[in-house]
Nanobody, 119 residues
């Protein structure tokens, strides 16, 4: 059983910052790969950032240079530091555990947290 819990969303002015948190528990294989996604209107899921338990990180092109993902393996928690936020970053951000492992039975989502950026 895998549980994924997100927090840290809110409202901020353009150019500001927010930090999201995602805590996971359960199957060690699934939670070895955790990341953040957002869904663009009328489009597919967009990868924002991913952190692996071994320390590797990956970023979507739209957030490179602005967002930073980090992972605390002892706490089984992933953090997403979002800087220089833009109105187009407004979305519901979802934390996922296990999706990028490629295992069909290893794909768990949190409830989502709203990020709103005003101009």
């Amino acid at each position: 059983q895998v549980q994924v819990v997100e927090s840290g969303g809110g409202s901020v002015q353009a150019g500001g910052s927010l930090r999201l948190s995602c805590a996971a528990s359960g199957d060690a294989v699934c939670i070895s790969a955790m990341g953040w996604y957002r869904q663009r209107p009328g489009k597919e899921w967009e990868l924002v950032a991913v952190a692996l338990s071994g320390g590797n990180t990956y970023y979507g092109d739209s957030v490179k240079g602005r967002f930073n993902i980090s992972r605390d393996n002892a706490k089984k928690t992933v953090y997403l530091q979002m800087n220089d936020l833009k109105p187009e970053d407004t979305d519901v951000y979802y934390c996922n555990a296990g999706r990028i492992t490629g295992y069909p039975g290893c794909d768990y989502w949190g409830q989502g947290t709203q990020v709103t950026v005003s101009s």
